[in-house]
Protein backbone atom coordinates (compact mmCIF):
# COMPACT_ATOMS: atom_id res chain seq x y z
CA UNK A 1 0.00 0.00 0.00
CA UNK A 2 1.04 3.44 -0.61
CA UNK A 3 2.31 5.44 1.94
CA UNK A 4 1.43 9.69 1.82
CA UNK A 5 2.61 12.56 3.49
CA UNK A 6 -0.01 15.13 5.23
CA UNK A 7 1.75 18.42 5.85
CA UNK A 8 -0.40 21.00 7.96
CA UNK A 9 0.33 24.30 8.61
CA UNK A 10 -1.51 25.87 11.93
CA UNK A 11 -3.16 29.45 11.52
CA UNK A 12 -1.36 31.82 13.26
CA UNK A 13 -2.00 32.78 16.66
CA UNK A 14 -4.00 29.14 17.38
CA UNK A 15 -1.64 27.92 19.95
CA UNK A 16 -4.43 27.45 22.42
CA UNK A 17 -6.50 25.81 20.31
CA UNK A 18 -4.02 23.13 19.54
CA UNK A 19 -3.29 22.86 23.19
CA UNK A 20 -6.61 22.31 23.66
CA UNK A 21 -7.82 20.02 20.94
CA UNK A 22 -4.52 17.91 21.52
CA UNK A 23 -6.42 15.30 23.43
CA UNK A 24 -8.49 14.80 20.83
CA UNK A 25 -6.35 14.80 18.23
CA UNK A 26 -4.23 11.94 19.94
CA UNK A 27 -6.81 9.37 20.65
CA UNK A 28 -7.96 10.06 16.50
CA UNK A 29 -4.22 8.93 15.53
CA UNK A 30 -4.10 6.25 18.27
CA UNK A 31 -7.36 5.20 16.33
CA UNK A 32 -5.88 4.64 12.99
CA UNK A 33 -3.38 1.79 14.26
CA UNK A 34 -1.16 0.57 11.77
CA UNK A 35 -2.10 3.30 9.15
CA UNK A 36 -0.29 5.49 10.91
CA UNK A 37 3.42 5.01 9.85
CA UNK A 38 4.95 7.98 11.89
CA UNK A 39 2.93 11.33 13.10
CA UNK A 40 4.57 14.49 14.95
CA UNK A 41 4.40 18.30 15.16
CA UNK A 42 6.44 20.56 13.18
CA UNK A 43 8.57 22.93 15.36
CA UNK A 44 8.84 26.63 14.58
CA UNK A 45 12.24 28.97 15.45
CA UNK A 46 10.71 29.50 18.59
CA UNK A 47 10.27 25.85 19.39
CA UNK A 48 6.87 25.69 19.94
CA UNK A 49 4.31 23.64 17.68
CA UNK A 50 3.44 24.95 13.99
CA UNK A 51 2.04 22.59 12.31
CA UNK A 52 1.60 18.92 12.33
CA UNK A 53 3.35 15.91 10.13
CA UNK A 54 2.01 12.63 9.44
CA UNK A 55 2.82 9.96 6.87
CA UNK A 56 0.30 7.38 6.49
CA UNK A 57 -0.15 3.98 4.76
CA UNK A 58 -3.68 4.10 3.14
CA UNK A 59 -5.01 2.91 -0.43
CA UNK A 60 -5.26 6.55 -1.74
CA UNK A 61 -4.92 9.72 -1.67
CA UNK A 62 -8.61 10.45 -1.35
CA UNK A 63 -8.09 8.38 1.92
CA UNK A 64 -4.77 10.33 2.77
CA UNK A 65 -6.94 13.61 2.76
CA UNK A 66 -10.22 11.79 4.46
CA UNK A 67 -7.48 11.35 7.30
CA UNK A 68 -6.52 14.90 7.47
CA UNK A 69 -9.84 16.01 7.20
CA UNK A 70 -11.61 13.84 10.20
CA UNK A 71 -8.91 15.07 12.22
CA UNK A 72 -9.99 16.96 14.96
CA UNK A 73 -7.75 19.53 14.90
CA UNK A 74 -8.68 19.87 11.47
CA UNK A 75 -12.39 19.72 12.37
CA UNK A 76 -12.26 22.46 14.98
CA UNK A 77 -10.64 24.92 11.88
CA UNK A 78 -6.68 24.76 13.60
CA UNK A 79 -4.87 24.34 10.17
CA UNK A 80 -4.35 27.42 7.70
CA UNK A 81 -3.47 24.83 5.19
CA UNK A 82 -3.16 21.10 4.38
CA UNK A 83 -1.28 19.14 1.73
CA UNK A 84 -1.34 15.50 1.05
CA UNK A 85 1.69 14.39 -1.08
CA UNK A 86 2.79 10.51 -2.04
CA UNK A 87 5.78 9.26 -0.51
CA UNK A 88 8.27 6.83 -0.62
CA UNK A 89 10.97 5.69 1.70
CA UNK A 90 13.93 5.16 1.09
CA UNK A 91 15.97 5.08 3.98
CA UNK A 92 16.25 3.23 5.59
CA UNK A 93 15.74 0.87 3.45
CA UNK A 94 12.23 -1.18 4.49
CA UNK A 95 11.85 -4.36 5.73
Not at 5 to 30: M, N, V, W, Y
Request: glycine residues 8%; aromatic residues 8%.
Amino acid sequence: MPLFAIHCLDKPGAGDLRRSTRPQHLAFLEGLGAAIFLAGPLIDLDGQPMGSLLIVEVESRRAAYAIAADDPYSLAGLFQSVAVTEWRQVLPKPA
